[in-house]
Nanobody, 120 residues
């Protein structure tokens, strides 16, 4: 069974940094797009950053210049380096990936999320 598991969340002061990690476990054929989304209380889930299999990236305007997404295909991992964190970055962060899990099946998969709280 394919699973995405996030780690690295926590409590950090404004201006601080965190690095989120996500690992994919289970039997897969290929990893395509990987990304991070977040959902704050009372708000819809929103895209934070994505990285394609060709390492092309895109970011939400609110995090450009502060967050960096990267991936390690050999380790089946995607990372989100978050710097200059602001209270408005507080949210549950979810890992997402477009995976080929069999010859006939390609689908989106989600992790369960990791809480990031930015507060003094």
């Amino acid at each position: 069974q394919v699973q995405l598991v996030e780690s690295g969340g926590g409590l950090v002061q404004p201006g601080g940094s965190l690095r989120l990690s996500c690992v994919i476990s289970g039997s897969i054929f290929s990893i395509y797009r990987m990304g991070w989304y977040r959902q704050a209380p009372g708000k819809q889930r929103e895209l934070v950053a994505q990285i394609t299999s060709e390492d092309k990236t895109n970011y939400a305007d609110s995090v450009k210049g502060r967050f960096t997404i990267s991936r390690d295909n050999a380790k089946r991992m995607v990372y989100l380096q978050m710097n200059s964190l602001k209270p408005e970055d507080t949210a549950v962060y979810y890992c997402n990936s477009d995976l080929q899990v069999s010859v006939f099946r390609r689908s989106d998969y989600w992790g369960r999320g990791t809480q990031v709280t930015v507060s003094s």
